[in-house]
């Protein structure tokens, strides 16, 4: 099973994006969820994450224009992004956090230029 990301696209600087990830079934439960990014040449880095109760964490660069939401009802995570800049450009993927290699999917392309 892999998980898909999706609502990417090319933005200019200063716009917004809201990242959706919905899981088949019912993998997500609980578990703390996260959103990840791979520029061009860089490792896969954790953006955002979610606790199972709601509780979440940011790495620095996007703290207060980055915003990781859940809904488990569907299950589905979510990644609203504001302010993006150049520095935002990447893949974006979801995983339950740590991530497993087994849920990778394709992930979103997320591209800010003007």
């Known amino acids: 099973v892999q998980l898909q990301a999706s609502g990417g696209g090319s933005v200019q600087p200063g716009d917004s994006l809201r990242l959706s990830c919905v899981a088949p079934g019912r993998i997500f439960g609980l578990y703390p969820m996260g959103w990840y990014r791979q520029a061009p040449g860089k490792q896969r880095e954790l953006v955002a994450a979610?606790?199972?109760?709601?509780?979440?964490n940011y790495a620095n660069s996007v703290k207060g224009r980055f915003t990781i939401s859940r809904d488990t009802t569907k299950p589905a995570v979510y990644l609203q992004m504001n302010s993006l800049n150049a520095d935002d450009t990447a893949v974006y993927y979801c995983n339950i956090h740590p991530p497993r290699d087994q849920y990778w999917g394709q992930g979103t392309q997320v591209t800010v230029s003007s």
């Open positions: 979610i606790a199972g109760h709601g509780a979440t």
